[in-house]
Structure formats: structure tokens, C-alpha cells
């Protein structure tokens, strides 16, 4: 099949290796960032640490101990942004993170984004694209794999390969679990320390621009939340057993909202789910799965 000028552009764009450096605090902080309260010191307290496995997302939109030092996050979207300068900003659609090993509690990952796939959702809809980032520690060694899949809304209708909707892994009926937590009022502000720095989820005025409230809650603050919530529900004190999380990205999440996360088991090892605003009802991920050994 011919490509389209606009694959053409994008084929193998990828950005340069990077390295950020870490330590047992930055685990605590993210843990933090993600809910962890004073019942959960495992994720806080330097003894006997364990790290939330979703920690590893950290690299995707980070600019914290990031070298070579960069002014504003560097994934393949925004690659994609400069190069085909699009007329509107670009939303997260998925994310999808594969556990490989435990993190350790102080090191470094070496990690760059590529874009693996690029979808046309039509004229009006928008453009889809896929990055891959496989992040290693310094020896080497693979310990996680994040995956994105972020929408154009103004790019679409090139005569690329259309993006087809995954079928939703929920079952129909009442979930089996349901747990039940609190975004708190300054949570965006404590997540953007963990390195995404985006103005829209600090800067009041930058988030009205885009049609929002005012600033609001990181989609991957939302995931790590449930992968600390699931964490504890499906297998309590271990987090090493994880090996993958997917969600889809649903509505936005302000601070200072309940939320509510249903589990629906599936088969051994491996659970649906949904995270909820308690207070509205509004699904903010949906399609959940979660697996684990």
C-alpha cells in the first residue's frame, strides 16, 4: 500500500536516549502523588521500601533529573506536534504499561519513545498515534514498557489505516470489588513534582484556554491511583506480581473528588475494571485490565 505524505513525515520518528536519575525519596514522592496515605508506609518509608510498579510511567512526560535537560517534556507526541504543526493540542486516548521487573529504590532508567503505529480516525476525527518507550536500568536491563496512544483531533481524514476500537473487557453485572478513595485538593500540584510539568494542570488560565474549569488531575495520576488501589484489593503487599495495566482516558478529573474503583475478576490472574468521579458517577478510565502472576 502507498503511504500517505503524512506517514511518510512520521515514519520512525523517535526521540534521542535519555537518562533520569532516582532515589528512595523520588519513589516516595510519586507514592504520595498517587494517594499513598499514612496506612501505607511500604510505598513511603525508606525501610523495607517497596515501589509502586507504576512508577516506571514516570519517565514518559518527565523532566525531573532528566539528562540531557530539557525545557519541556520530549515524547514522540510532541515530535509529532513540531513536525506537522498542528492547529490544536493533543489528548491522551490510552495507556497501556507492562511490569517486567521490580524497580529498584534508587537508580536509573535509560528510556527513549517510538512511534510504532499511526491511525486515521477520518475527516473531523482526528489522527491516532501509538508510541512505544521501553525503559532499561543502567546496566541495562529491561523493567517496564509504557504505551500511548494519543489523538490529533484536527489531523484526520489523510487515508491512513483506521484506529479500530478495542471491545471493553468489562462484563455485564455489578463488579465484584469496589474501592472507594479521594483525589485531595492539591493533588495535580504534588503529581507535576514526579516531572510533568504541563502548565494545563497548574496554570488556571492556561486550562480555561482549552475549554476546562481550571487545572486538573495528570491521567497518569488517575492510573497510578488505581494501580496502588488494585494493588492492595487483588494482591495485598506484593506489587512485584503486576505485569500489565490498560485503560482507556474518558473524562477529565478535577481535584478535591471522590473516586471509586470497581473490579470485576475474570479469570486467575487477571481482573476488569472501571475508575469512577464518585461524586458525578463519570467514568475517568474505562476498559480497565489489570494482570498479574
Known amino acids: 500500500m502507498e503511504l500517505s505524505r503524512r506517514e511518510e513525515q512520521l515514519a520512525g520518528l523517535a526521540t534521542g536516549w535519555r537518562t533520569m536519575t532516582y532515589n528512595w525519596r523520588d519513589c516516595a514522592l510519586y507514592a504520595l502523588a498517587v494517594g499513598a496515605g499514612p496506612d501505607e508506609p511500604q510505598y513511603t518509608y525508606e525501610k523495607g521500601m517497596q515501589v509502586l510498579p507504576t512508577f516506571g510511567v514516570t519517565p514518559y512526560w518527565g523532566t525531573v533529573n532528566v539528562t540531557p535537560r530539557l525545557p519541556r ?5 510532541v515530535l509529532v506536534e513540531e513536525v506537522l504543526k498542528p492547529a490544536a493540542s493533543y489528548v491522551n486516548l490510552d495507556y497501556e504499561f507492562l511490569y517486567h ?3 529498584p529504590t534508587a537508580g536509573s532508567f535509560v528510556y527513549r519513545d517510538v512511534l510504532t503505529d499511526l491511525f486515521d480516525r477520518g475527516e473531523g476525527r482526528g489522527m491516532a498515534v501509538r508510541s512505544q518507550q521501553e ?9 517496564c514498557t509504557n504505551r500511548c496512544t494519543t489523538l490529533f483531533p484536527t489531523l484526520g481524514g489523510y487515508g491512513g489505516t483506521p484506529l479500530v476500537k478495542a471491545k471493553s473487557p468489562i462484563p455485564d453485572g455489578l463488579p465484584d470489588c469496589t474501592l472507594t478513595d479521594r483525589v485531595g485538593p492539591a493533588q495535580h500540584l504534588l503529581y507535576r513534582l514526579t516531572g510533568d510539568t504541563n502548565l494545563v494542570h497548574v ?13 486538573f488531575v495528570h491521567d497518569l495520576c488517575a492510573f497510578g491511583f488505581v494501580c496502588r488501589l488494585a494493588v492492595k484489593a487483588l494482591f495485598p503487599g506484593q506489587p ?19 473516586l471509586a474503583l470497581e473490579l470485576w475478576a475474570l479469570e486467575p490472574g487477571k481482573a476488569a475494571f472501571r475508575l469512577r468521579n464518585d461524586a458525578t458517577g463519570k467514568t475517568v478510565l474505562d476498559r480497565g485490565e489489570i494482570e498479574w502472576e
Do not use: C, H, N
Open 73 to 77: 517534556p520530549t515524547s514522540v507526541p
Open 240 to 258: 512485584e506480581r503486576l505485569r500489565r495495566m490498560y485503560a482507556a482516558m474518558k473524562t477529565v478529573l478535577y481535584p478535591d473528588t471522590p
Open 135 to 143: 525503559v532499561f536500568d543502567e546496566a541495562g536491563v529491561l523493567l
Open 101 to 103: 521487573r521490580p524497580i
Open 203 to 215: 496554570d488556571r488560565a492556561v486550562a480555561q484556554a482549552r475549554g476546562l474549569e481550571g487545572p
